[in-house]
């Protein structure tokens, strides 16, 4: 295990491991890892460091003619100059060349062969090895065997830091990819999920190449058919939360492509939020966070038990398992063409409805879009509803500009007659303050109704404002909330409120005119 040849990356280290078993691990963590313990749920407990979170504003993408006309530069994509990714590679095999172990990794990203990468990820320390066998697909034997050249590295020396005197670095951290290269290097950052989001960015480059729609967002699928649905919703809109349904298998929880032939995750794990965790709100997830799971930057009670309400570290507390330690996952991870897209928004103005239906133009809309709003009291200043926008409801993970990502959708969905739906979970009767939350319980018959066909026989009619199509009739669901300007007692509010977000839409939407096929996604709103 200990004899793997990484010479090839001009890296000497004594010892080199490749693919180590989660028990080997465990063991390597506990002996060599800084503070690494073992929770009472047989979970691996292991922490980041000072950076808890991603570190958007640190990544770059080496900007090279092959590719450069291609990337939507700005500040998701901020470019690097090849000779100071130079320096920036040369600085982690140094690193990573004296550390007295290391750990290689071996898997793939893509449950369709056809379609799938292989992923080398080369770190020095076990934890991260550990996150990312839960989080890539797992080679058997025979396919570890023939391997080969990987299609992507990852060179992980996140416990140095990069070169701040490097002019397009700036900063002690430095996540960059060369998509040229097909290489990714971390440095001055221990978060597991940069390499978790660093694969997904470069499936966001190669996938649209190849016609297949990359995508942020988890799915479903039918029990007997084998037909998928995806749920897309950026934090707090409810999309874990919602794809956690017994009655249909659990494809992914967050990172998908749509092909030709059907869907597939991305990973071989999932990676949830584990702030607030409770048996009886997520019991998949708190049972998958055993033996072979990790967990990140939690708080131990004394026993080795997880504090799961203690976020004295950070909020972003997480834990990483392999997807099949979820009962209602499907091995392998594929699924037919999507019977139904559903984008998820919580929308604190409250003037959504609890589900609309949107013409594949209104979907390309919503897509670029990717709206979201904020509460009063989260952030300090803010005292009334803000609205968010995510473009194709992952922006920061976005290569290519919005609209080829939107493209991409809306011809699938009209190839597929894939039907388009709007789901509030945020507020009703009133913005918030004033209104109230969505029931989960009446949202959860939202999905089931779209799920067996109901409310794709319901006799819909435009709304005037927004332009999408109002779903008057749901079982189990009062008819007022249904229509949102008749949960309002004071409708004038109501009518001010929705022109507002109306407005806010539009002028979100400006950023992304000019090329015809998205200014078209954008006419029915703006009509």
């Not at 047989?42 to 980041?48: C, E, I, K, N």
Request: aromatic share 10%; glycine share 8%.
């Amino acid at each position: 295990m200990n004899s793997f040849d990484l010479s090839q990356y001009e890296l000497t280290a004594k010892e080199i491991y490749r693919n180590l078993p989660p028990s080997v691990l465990y063991e390597h963590a506990i002996r060599y890892d800084k503070e690494a313990t073992i929770a009472e749920n047989g979970a691996l407990v292991a922490y980041s460091g000072e950076k808890t979170g991603r570190s958007p504003l640190d990544k770059r993408i080496v900007k090279n003619p092959t590719s450069e006309k291609a990337v939507w530069w700005g500040t998701t994509n901020i470019p690097l100059d090849p000779m100071a990714y130079g320096h920036v590679r040369q600085r982690a095999l140094d690193y990573l060349s004296v550390c007295p172990r290391l750990y290689c990794f071996d898997g793939f990203a893509g449950w369709d062969p056809k379609y799938r990468i292989k992923v080398r990820v080369v770190c020095s320390r076990p934890y991260h090895a550990l996150f990312m066998h839960t989080m890539l697909i797992r080679p058997t034997a025979e396919e570890l065997a023939s391997f080969g050249q990987p299609d992507f590295v990852i060179f992980n020396a996140g416990t140095f830091p990069a070169d701040d005197l490097i002019a397009e670095v700036g900063s002690k951290t430095c996540v960059s990819l060369h998509l040229e290269d097909r290489e990714l290097v971390i440095l001055g950052t221990e978060y597991a999920g940069e390499m978790k989001k660093g694969v997904f960015t470069v499936v966001n480059y190669f996938a649209p190449k190849r016609g297949v729609l990359s995508m942020h967002c988890s799915a479903t699928a039918d029990k007997q058919t084998r037909r998928s649905s995806l749920l897309f919703g950026l934090s707090g809109t409810g999309k874990t939360t919602l794809s956690a349904d017994p009655k249909r298998y659990l494809i992914g929880d967050d990172e998908h492509c749509w092909s030709d032939d059907g869907i597939f995750n991305i990973e071989g794990g999932c990676y949830a939020k584990a702030i607030n965790l409770k048996s009886e709100s997520e019991p998949d997830i708190f049972a998958a966070l055993r033996f072979g799971a990790v967990l990140e930057n939690v708080v131990l009670e004394e026993d080795h038990s997880v504090d799961y309400a203690d976020s004295s570290i950070t909020e972003n507390t997480r834990g990483a398992y392999p997807i099949n330690f979820i009962r209602n996952s499907l091995i392998p991870c594929v699924a037919g063409h999507p019977t139904d897209v559903i984008f998820l928004t919580c929308d604190a103005f409250g003037v959504l409805p609890p589900v609309s239906s949107l013409t594949p133009e209104l979907a390309m809309f919503h897509f670029v879009s990717g709206y979201t709003a904020k509460v009063a009291g989260t952030e300090v200043g803010v005292k009334e509803p803000t609205a968010t926008f995510s473009p194709c409801f992952g922006g920061p993970f976005l290569v290519w500009q919005p609209k080829k990502y939107a493209e991409l959708l809306a011809e699938k969905i009209k190839q597929n007659r894939t039907r388009v739906w709007l789901v509030n979970t945020g507020w009703t009767g009133g913005s918030y303050g004033v209104g109230k939350r969505m029931n989960l319980g009446h949202t959860r018959a939202i999905i089931d109704a779209i799920h067996n066909g109901t409310l794709a026989k319901v006799q819909t009619y435009r709304d005037p404002v927004f332009g999408f199509d109002l779903v008057p009739e749901c079982p189990g669901i009062p008819s007022e909330v249904l229509v949102p300007r008749n949960a309002w007692v004071d409708k004038a509010a109501y009518d001010a409120t929705a022109k507002k977000l109306f407005q806010l839409f539009k002028d979100n939407f400006k950023k992304y005119e000019g090329d015809a096929k998205t200014t078209a996604a954008g006419s029915d709103m703006a009509a």
